[in-house]
């Protein structure tokens, strides 16, 4: 057997008993789309992820299946057409076992994060589907950036947040397409403000309030397109809930503020907790392997708890996906 082969034939083992269990689950949740492979293997280094849901296009009952394949970069360099050649062919044989389109098949190379790259255009041939997540529904977009606009791994905390903002003041900075902001504003939070430095995302996280029966131009809810920290730095308002789930890089154009997370993250979370009201709560994530989180660079007035275990989700076999704390004052 040539070692393609090999490979596929242990990755769709590998996949067929892990999707049995996940769909099981996912229907439990609510959820419509999830993880199916986390780098499992060493030498198949892909994430996979499946979605059901519907073209958002299109005014249809009928729901579909897709996939996304992310190949992570490999320590070593290898020719890039027989690269793509192992993509294609494991991919093929993944939607063959899972009965999905070859045409709903997406293929994506994770790579270490370069300024915009993750603002990439959208254009008349985008594939945008809605898809459930635990009673909320949201746009994704599968063909034209690098993320699909709904982080999977940030699940468990969304329902954190939800179950805490009633009648809160939620904050939500690099705010993305909103996910978080939905699930606050449908648990009854008073007032919910997300701030991100890109105005395509905006407009998506607008259309996803609107997509879960919550209207953008209702004046609890408020849109601010700014540099997070000039935001922060000018803000005079307080929060009950903070989201602080910055990227790890970015050197937009649009600000001076270049953001580098691991040099900058204790004076992100200074400028928040002065946001903060006195009993909220500020949860700060980060993707970032490299980050050294030191309590003796902040504040002495504050309780830090780690809280990742509890908010890595089922579908993630990489345990070390995200790093996530919980910080709040002392009374």
């Known amino acids: 057997m040539e070692k393609i082969d090999y490979q596929a034939e242990i990755l769709c083992n590998r996949i067929s008993k892990r999707f049995k269990h996940l769909k099981k689950w996912a229907k439990r949740c609510n959820i419509s789309s999830f993880r199916i492979y986390d780098k499992d293997i060493p030498e198949i280094p892909l994430a996979i992820d499946f979605y059901e849901g519907f073209r958002a296009d299109e005014n249809t ?12 970069e490999r320590p070593y360099e290898k020719d890039e057409s027989e690269e793509n050649s192992w993509l294609q062919f494991l991919s093929c044989k993944v939607a063959t076992l899972l009965e999905v389109s070859t045409n709903n098949i997406f293929l994506k190379i994770r790579k270490k994060q370069k300024g915009e790259n993750q603002y990439e255009k959208e254009n008349k041939n985008s594939v945008i589907i809605r898809v459930i997540e635990q009673g909320h529904l949201f746009l994704v977009n599968l063909s034209n950036y690098l993320d699909t606009g709904l982080f999977f791994d940030h699940r468990p905390l969304r329902k954190i947040v939800q179950e805490q903002a009633n009648n809160k ?46 209207s953008s131009s209702n004046e609890k809810y408020t849109f601010i397109n700014s540099d997070v920290k000039s935001f922060l730095e000018k803000n005079n308002e307080k929060y009950d809930i903070i989201i602080l789930d910055p990227p790890t890089f970015s050197n937009s154009k649009k600000t001076q503020n270049d953001l580098d997370i691991n040099r900058d993250w204790s004076k992100f979370i200074e400028l928040c907790l002065k946001c903060l009201t006195p009993d909220g709560v500020l949860y700060f994530s980060t993707n970032s392997k490299k980050l050294k989180f030191d309590t003796t660079l902040l504040p002495p007035d504050i309780i830090v708890k780690d809280i990742t275990n509890a908010t890595i989700p089922e579908d993630f076999k990489n345990k070390k996906i995200h790093k996530c704390w919980e910080i709040k004052k002392l009374n």
């Open 61 to 72: 009952n009928f729901s579909e299946k897709f996939l996304v394949f992310y190949l992570y």
């Open 169 to 214: 003041s939620v904050l939500n900075l690099f705010c993305y397409t909103a996910s978080f902001s939905v699930y606050a504003a449908k648990s009854g939070a008073k007032k919910v403000t997300s701030v991100d430095l890109s105005n395509t995302y905006l407009s998506w996280a607008k259309k996803n309030f609107e997509l879960n029966g919550l």
